[in-house]
């Protein structure tokens, strides 16, 4: 079974750079897309990006794309989301997840299989 945990958040300023890490333990990574999603207190978890299980392809939220870039590592089994230009909007728990169909990590996350327990990232402005 695969377990993901998220490292990285923390406060920042209004237009800094930060990247999440999603560490993953377990058999099969490379069989598992992985997306990340954010949650503001109050609101509904929203999906932010998500890659495929051989690193070829990347998908974004329409809000996320230009400052927003997920990678993943599958040496040091390992994603990441990088998000340049910060801003306090972005504040929020930001989640990654792991499933076997990348279609669901992108489209249906009730139907993701693996949660992380999320880190908080604050963007003072």
């Known amino acids: 079974q695969v377990q993901l945990v998220e490292s990285g958040g923390g406060l920042v300023q209004a237009g800094d750079s930060l990247r999440l890490s999603c560490a993953v333990s377990?058999?099969?990574?490379?069989?598992?897309?992985v997306g990340w999603f954010r949650q503001v207190p109050g609101k509904e978890r929203e999906f932010v990006a998500a890659?495929?299980?051989?690193?070829?392809?990347?998908y974004y939220a329409d809000d996320a794309k230009g400052r927003f870039n997920i990678s993943r590592d599958d040496t040091k089994r390992t994603v990441y989301l990088q998000i340049d230009s910060l801003k306090p909007e972005d504040t929020a728990v930001y989640y990654c997840?792991?499933?076997?169909?990348?279609?669901?990590?992108?489209?249906?996350?009730?139907?993701?299989?693996?949660w992380g327990q999320g880190a908080l990232v604050t963007v003072s402005s």
């Open positions: 997840a792991a499933d076997r169909s990348l279609i669901a990590v992108v489209t249906s996350q009730e139907d993701v299989e693996i």
């Open positions: 377990g058999s099969n990574f490379n069989s598992y897309a």
């Open positions: 890659i495929n299980w051989i690193g070829t392809n990347d």
